[in-house]
């Protein structure tokens, strides 16, 4: 057994996943998983636990698919993680747990999360599931939002023995989960339904299509419906643009409503009504994790793919296995390359875009180094779809209709960090509706955050 090295892990071809939307990666077997397990040395100490946001035991449950006790091994991932198939599937692992793992020093690291997804996959298959609380007690919390935040926290408040009711906008719970993360790394039926249905077997009750500040208020939930605590996880949904000329177009889209269209509302599916702009050449602007899932999902539609970023390779924000796997499946890369204006036809459609390229000089105030225009570098891109992938900010529709919530500037709502207290008594925050658009584990780390807090405030009431 090579010990320095990661058991390599099965992926479909490039060539042959750039046409369908199945999963990608296919995971470890069984022998692959205790190989795999084998590697790791059961550090006391243990870097990796400190690195993952929601602190799994992770020497824990490795040393149990060691042995080849995935049962035990659930077990211990579950005392954490609400949602482990899907970290184990989408969490950037190599700058959190595996970033700290001391056989990375010399060798790989341990492939952490291929592990967590391996243990997670068997116990749906074998139908292992969570523990439910031992003793109920008699208060009732509102959650609002099912993506990552709100199933974390909905799911360890439920263990703690509370009556919990998550509120979800759309006709699907899930949040970012079901509309925002591309089925090709993320299968919907098959892994988040499966999760969804694990928490509501704690007791979680779901209500769909209720949007808080229309449907009825944080106010009324705590006046009226007797929930004496709230936790708001209603994530970051509201695009963001360049401004620049031409982006009104037709054919000029927000990564959000494109990948909304194709992975809720199953545009990629023949027997789906769903409109969605199969372009023929589309551009992607931005670097992001957003930006790679857009760029494949508009390649697997049949489109010739470039990604516009106005810095290097190097500042790519997406994690480097996205971007590994983008360039595989043939997506072209225009790198310090900025947009100046969208080019509209005559019948107001996009027929290309006016871009100029970009230097590195100083680092900006977010430490990466700051893109400047290089003078006189301008050309034209012909293309039929611009899909903007600039980022997200919080939807103010909960803030405005909710006296006493505190937002900051950019519309996102106050919130402490160790226990997601917002400057409203008994409402708690936490996931993209706090720190703008981040993580999936991130914001499952504030919703745990905020279960503790939730716990205590109702304990000491």
């Excluded at 023929?280 to 790679?292: C, E, Q």
Aim: charged residues 30%; glycine residues 10%; aromatic residues 6%.
């Amino acid at each position: 057994m090579d010990v320095l090295n990661k058991v390599p892990v099965r992926e479909q071809e490039p060539k042959v996943r750039a046409t369908n939307f199945d999963e990608v990666c296919l995971g470890y077997n069984k022998d692959e998983a205790v190989e795999e397990a084998s590697r790791c040395i059961g550090c006391k100490n243990a870097k990796c636990i400190e690195g993952c946001p929601v602190s799994i035991n992770i020497p824990g449950f490795i040393a149990e698919v060691k042995e080849g006790k995935f049962e035990e091994a659930y077990k211990v991932i579950s005392e954490s993680s609400a949602l482990p198939a899907v970290c184990g599937r989408v969490c950037p692992q190599e700058s959190q747990c595996e970033g700290r793992c001391i056989r990375g020093i010399k060798g790989e690291p341990i492939s952490i999360g291929k592990l967590e997804r391996f243990v997670a996959d068997w116990a749906r298959e074998n139908n292992v599931k969570p523990e439910p609380a031992k003793e109920k007690k008699n208060h009732k919390v509102a959650v609002i939002g099912s993506g990552p935040a709100g199933l974390t926290c909905a799911g360890d408040l439920a263990k703690m023995g509370y009556d919990v009711t998550i509120f979800e906008a759309l006709h699907e719970a899930g949040g970012v989960l079901i509309y925002g993360i591309p089925e090709f790394r993320l299968p919907k039926s098959a892994v988040v339904a499966k999760e969804i249905e694990n928490v509501k077997s704690l007791g979680v009750k779901i209500e769909t299509n209720v949007v808080i500040g229309k449907s009825t208020t944080i106010d009324e939930l705590m006046d009226e419906e007797g929930f004496e605590a709230v936790f708001i996880g209603s994530g970051a949904g509201l695009p963001k643009f360049m401004g620049i000329p031409g982006e009104q177009a037709n054919g000029v889209f927000s990564a959000n409503e494109f990948l909304t269209r194709n992975n809720l509302m199953k545009a990629f599916k023949d027997e789906y009504d769903t409109p969605i702009m199969k372009g023929k050449k589309v551009a992607v602007v931005g670097g992001g994790n957003v930006a790679m899932d857009a760029a494949r999902t508009a390649l697997r539609l049949g489109a010739e793919v470039h990604i516009v970023y106005r810095r290097s390779e190097e500042e790519l924000p997406a994690r480097v296995e996205e971007v590994h796997h983008a360039k595989e499946e043939g997506i072209i890369f225009d790198l310090l390359t900025n947009p100046k204006e969208i080019l509209v036809d005559e019948n107001g459609w996009v027929k290309g875009m006016t871009c100029v390229k970009m230097e590195l000089g100083e680092p900006d105030a977010s430490g990466r180094r700051r893109p400047v225009e290089i003078k006189g570098s301008e050309f034209d891109l012909e293309l039929d779809t611009v899909i903007m992938s600039l980022g997200t900010s919080p939807n103010p529709l909960i803030s405005s209709t909710t006296e006493g919530l505190d937002v900051n500037k950019w519309q996102c709502i106050v919130a402490d960090e160790n226990n997601g207290k917002t400057t409203k008594e008994g409402v708690y925050a936490g996931g993209d509706a706090v720190t703008g658009a981040a993580t999936v584990i991130l914001a499952m780390g504030a919703g745990k955050a905020a279960a503790k807090g939730i716990d205590e405030y109702l304990s000491r009431k």
